[in-house]
């Protein structure tokens, strides 16, 4: 790393199937097993981010969820299962992701399960170099299905670090445009996005792009690094248990080339302060409109979020949790089109 780069990791952890011991919708569940199988599953993320300090990281982000208690979050049959693991396994995470941060004097963005008052969030918490927390996010965007046990955040905090202005977003907040908006507003430089799911490139990009930030993804599969001006910077592909680093001059990762017309017509050379300068907030009032003209296209309701509904679509993911355990085809699949079938 030379001059004033600031080097950005993200980490690409390998998606384990939990033992059955540690597994609510399993026959020999053991509530000590699925703590233990969290612990472990932290202390691997913990490695692969150990090894991104070693390499001189100044930022790492992991993925979503780092604690595995996804399968706990959506089982009902016993709700005190989720409520019981998540102090413990977050305590442990601070504990964990503090020291990593503090040992190689780098900040991190870690994802898993907190509990605060009466409510668990989804956060995103982002560690400082002494292992300190600097701040929170609190997943905005919940699938219904985490909506069951999950309370959802209201507002996309960014925060000031020695490295810049930094941002959170977790998995499902991709589909809201909105998401990274209100980060990059708030000021943040950085966007970091764990996520289970893969994340488009063409979402990073563009969200890179839009909004004039270095964006950052952790997931299984595909975790990238991209520059405002939508180029990948690094791409971690199909590997797993990886790290993958980008060095970044965040002090003129949005300056135009000399000759750039725009430049010349505003005076401005920052595409990021151009864009913010020249935005026009009176015309866009129906972005706060909650009943705008395109929803009411469709018919009020039909949310799958009443008790009724939640307990028809609960039985059929425990069906499918039980076929799956058997080795038998799933029936129900997480793509939206055909095309992502086809491919």
Same mark, same amino acid.
């Given at each position: 790393?030379?001059?004033?780069?600031?080097r950005?990791?993200?980490t690409?952890?390998?998606?384990h199937?939990?033992?059955?011991?540690?597994?609510? !919708?399993?026959?020999?569940?053991?509530?000590?097993?699925?703590?233990?199988?969290?612990?472990?599953?932290?202390?691997?993320?913990?490695?692969?981010?150990?090894?991104?300090?070693?390499?001189?990281?100044?930022?790492?982000?992991t993925?979503?969820d780092?604690?595995?208690?996804?399968?706990?979050?959506?089982?009902?049959?016993?709700?005190?299962?989720?409520?019981?693991?998540?102090?413990?396994?977050?305590?442990?995470?601070?504990?964990?992701?503090?020291?990593?941060?503090?040992?190689?004097?780098?900040?991190?963005?870690?994802?898993?399960?907190?509990?605060?008052?009466?409510?668990?969030?989804?956060?995103?918490?982002?560690?400082?170099?002494?292992?300190?927390?600097?701040?929170?996010?609190?997943?905005?965007?919940?699938p219904?299905?985490?909506?069951?046990?999950?309370?959802?955040?209201?507002? !996309?905090?960014?925060?000031?670090?020695?490295?810049?202005?930094?941002?959170?977003?977790?998995?499902?907040?991709?589909?809201?445009?909105?998401?990274?908006?209100?980060?990059?507003?708030?000021?943040?430089?950085?966007?970091?996005?764990?996520?289970?799911?893969?994340?488009?490139?063409?979402?990073?990009?563009?969200?890179?792009?839009?909004?004039?930030?270095?964006?950052?993804?952790?997931?299984r599969?595909?975790?990238?690094?991209?520059?405002?001006?939508?180029?990948?910077?690094?791409?971690?592909?199909e590997?797993?248990?990886? !790290?993958?680093?980008?060095?970044v001059d965040?002090?003129?990762?949005?300056?135009?080339?000399e000759?750039?017309?725009?430049?010349?017509?505003?005076?401005?050379?920052?595409?990021?302060?151009r864009?913010?300068?020249?935005?026009?907030?009176?015309?866009?009032?129906i972005?706060?409109?909650?009943?705008?003209?395109?929803?009411?296209?469709?018919?009020?309701?039909?949310?799958?979020?009443?008790?009724?509904?939640?307990?028809?679509?609960?039985q059929?993911?425990?069906?499918?949790?039980?076929?799956?355990?058997?080795?038998?085809?799933?029936?129900?699949?997480?793509?939206?089109?055909?095309?992502?079938?086809?491919?």
């Open positions: 790393m030379t001059g004033n780069a600031t950005l990791a993200t690409q952890c390998v998606a199937s939990a033992p059955k011991e540690a597994d609510p !919708f399993g026959e020999a569940f053991s509530l000590e097993a699925a703590r233990q199988w969290s612990r472990e599953r932290v202390d691997a993320h913990a490695a692969v981010l150990a090894r991104a300090g070693e390499a001189g990281a100044d930022l790492a982000v993925g979503e780092i604690a595995a208690l996804s399968g706990s979050a959506t089982y009902l049959d016993d709700r005190t299962i989720f409520r019981t693991l998540v102090p413990d396994t977050s305590a442990y995470v601070h504990q964990v992701m503090g020291e990593v941060a503090r040992r190689h004097r780098m900040h991190i963005v870690a994802c898993f399960y907190e509990v605060e008052g009466d409510a668990i969030f989804n956060s995103a918490v982002l560690f400082g170099r002494d292992g300190e927390v600097i701040g929170r996010y609190h997943k905005v965007h919940l219904v299905y985490e909506t069951w046990q999950v309370t959802a955040g209201d507002s !996309f905090p960014a925060f000031e670090t020695d490295l810049g202005v930094v941002g959170m977003l977790i998995c499902y907040d991709q589909m809201w445009p909105e998401s990274a908006a209100a980060c990059a507003l708030n000021g943040a430089r950085i966007i970091c996005h764990p996520s289970a799911a893969t994340l488009p490139d063409y979402h990073m990009r563009t969200r890179a792009m839009d909004y004039q930030v270095c964006y950052v993804s952790g997931t599969r595909g975790s990238l690094i991209v520059a405002p001006n939508a180029k990948v910077l690094a791409d971690a592909g590997a797993n248990d990886v !790290f993958i680093t980008a060095d965040l002090a003129t990762a949005s300056i135009a080339l000759g750039f017309w725009e430049t010349i017509y505003s005076g401005i050379r920052d595409h990021r302060e864009h913010l300068k020249l935005r026009r907030p009176d015309a866009y009032g972005l706060l409109d909650p009943n705008p003209p395109a929803l009411r296209a469709y018919p009020p309701g039909g949310v799958a979020n009443t008790p009724e509904a939640i307990q028809k679509v609960y059929k993911q425990v069906a499918e949790y039980r076929r799956s355990s058997r080795g038998e085809q799933e029936q129900y699949h997480w793509r939206w089109s055909q095309e992502d079938e086809e491919s």
